[in-house]
């Protein structure tokens, strides 16, 4: 790229972390740090902008550069992501979301935990939560570095790098410092911008293509060098059993993940009410499905407009398909539309980027001072300690996931994210609905209900071709691979849930009825919500 993109895109960029950083230094000034205000930001929002800062945390790195970027190199196989990221929206507000908003408090673990035995089902849940966290943290970090490495002209390691640091920095401050309420505006911001960069995209794709849709769908398959296989199934997941399997898979992990992802379970404690987080979720599948509908013109814009072979040369994952067609629409590298609207788009993906990391960082943080610290302490920890204990969670968190984003780097983002939601469906989907749903269901089915989901999700996804055995395997010298799916979810999802129903029937505890039905009654009617 140019001296001007280059230019242009960090000036962009540093004025969105500036007003960012302010946003966050406002906050901090006028924070009272009781836990509730630190995890929930006092429950004020309303469900419009609940509903913002949902889509917010949701459009990531993943549905802006992955999602595109698959579809424009394999066309409709890449559709996948697209539909099984928005149907996942309906288990959540028909199964999930009042019925957390009236059981929960902060956490995942404090649903799960209402009727159990505590101490052991919030380390079980808390791991998980953290374990899911980190997981799609790598996701995000690996977004903001092959971003750099576009800016940059693919030159550069070391830009890359400390790129990767900086965005762990920089979240580590959000959360720190401003905890959900800042968090919450960063991703209502966020999301405005995304979804005004991504219409006004949307647009100018189609305007090429005189608002003719089957002539981009013509022209992608013209370029692509499949033909017409391009718009049919098979291209990325047909073939033999393996890739057919692969498939099933990942929908699996997509439709049903979302419904256990810690910081979007999170988000329903910052409302007031349950009906107020019933129509969050409204407003946000309004906004998550025009955006989803919208990368489906990106994808296979870019693969008219851009072409297969440009992607893929520029990043072998296909995560810089959209600043690329970005350049294109307007008008070349060489024009001053094409660096105005590259650097535009850039922007707004390094916006993305900060505001998913900030609520991810903030709820995996929660987990470990809420569950975590306060079950193995011998005493419950005060309100005040455990936000301090958070902050410095936040810490630690984005270290790791800093180190991990610099391994992964070359993988795509979009398929990333499908292993945090095959992990999350498989350890907290299964003792979620199990809580709220089973009467008979214990303590100990809810513990091997996560670990049975959670171990067994880790461990494929090690021993699948992600890890090892392929040329963008995570270590692609070694070859210790022996599953051969690359999402573990039609696996992991099934154990989960028969862990949970195996560790009921073999437990020795009877089931407590009068917990089960203050729990039934809380989550249908929100009376002794908090």
Not at 28 to 34: A, F, K, P
Not at 47 to 53: D, K, L, S, T
Not at 249 to 267: D, E, F, K, N, Q
Request: hydrophobic share 55%.
């Amino acid at each position: 790229m140019t001296a001007d993109h280059q230019t242009l895109a960090l000036v962009l960029f540093s004025a969105f972390v500036a007003v960012t950083l302010g946003i966050t230094t406002w906050v901090s000034r006028h924070r009272h740090g009781s836990a509730e205000e630190f995890y929930a930001g006092g429950r004020l929002f309303s469900p419009m902008e609940n509903g913002f800062a949902i889509a917010g945390d949701y459009m990531s790195a993943a549905s802006f550069l992955g999602i595109s970027g698959l579809i424009a190199l394999f066309g409709y196989d890449g559709l996948l992501y697209s539909v099984g990221f928005l149907v996942a929206w309906l288990v959540v507000l028909f199964l999930v979301a009042e019925l957390v908003r009236n059981c929960g408090r902060f956490t995942l673990a404090d649903v799960v935990a209402a009727r159990m035995n505590e101490r052991p089902v919030r380390i079980a849940a808390g791991t998980s939560s953290v374990a899911v966290s980190v997981l799609y943290l790598v996701a995000q970090m690996v977004g903001a570095g092959t971003l750099v490495a576009l800016l940059l002209g693919g030159e550069g390691e070391a830009a890359q790098t400390w790129t990767v640091i900086g965005v762990g920095a920089l979240m580590v401050v959000y959360v720190s410092l401003g905890g959900m309420r800042a968090t919450t505006w960063i991703q209502i911001v966020k999301a405005v911008l995304l979804m005004g960069g991504a219409i006004a995209l949307t647009v100018l794709v189609l305007v090429r293509f005189h608002g003719d849709f089957d002539q981009l769908l013509r022209t992608a398959a013209e370029r692509s060098g499949h033909g017409d296989a391009f718009l049919a199934p098979g291209l990325r997941y047909g073939g033999d059993w393996t890739a057919r399997f692969d498939f099933i898979s990942l929908g699996l992990a997509l439709v049903l993940g979302t419904a256990g992802l810690p910081h979007i379970l999170s988000r329903f404690y910052t409302v007031p009410t349950a009906r107020a987080a019933r129509r969050s979720v409204v407003w946000s599948i309004g906004l998550i499905g025009g955006f989803y509908l919208m990368t489906i013109v990106l994808g296979f814009g870019a693969a008219a407009i851009v072409g297969p072979e440009a992607v893929r040369g520029s990043n072998a994952a296909g995560n810089t398909a959209v600043p690329l067609l970005a350049l294109d629409l307007g008008g070349g590298a060489d024009s001053t539309g094409g660096t105005v609207l590259f650097a535009i788009v850039a922007a707004i993906a390094f916006a993305t980027i900060l505001a998913v990391v900030a609520g991810i960082t903030l709820a995996s943080s929660a987990s470990v001072a809420h569950d975590l610290y306060a079950s193995l302490r011998r005493r419950r920890s005060k309100p005040r300690s455990e936000v301090a204990v958070a902050r410095t969670a936040a810490v630690g968190i984005g270290v790791v996931a800093i180190g991990l984003g610099l391994l992964a780097k070359d993988l795509n983002v979009a398929f990333l994210v499908g292993l945090a939601f095959a992990v999350a469906a498989s350890a907290n989907l299964p003792v979620l609905l199990y809580s709220l749903f089973w009467r008979r269901f214990t303590t100990r089915g809810a513990v091997w209900s996560v670990y049975g989901g959670l171990i067994p999700s880790v461990v494929l996804v090690l021993l699948s071709p992600v890890a090892s055995g392929g040329a963008d395997s995570l270590f692609p010298g070694l070859d210790f691979q022996y599953f051969p799916l690359q999402n573990p979810g039609i696996v992991s999802i099934p154990l989960g849930f028969l862990a949970g129903w195996l560790g009921t029937v073999t437990s020795a505890e009877p089931p407590d009825a009068a917990k089960h039905a203050e729990t039934e009654v809380r989550s249908l009617t929100g009376a002794g919500a908090v």
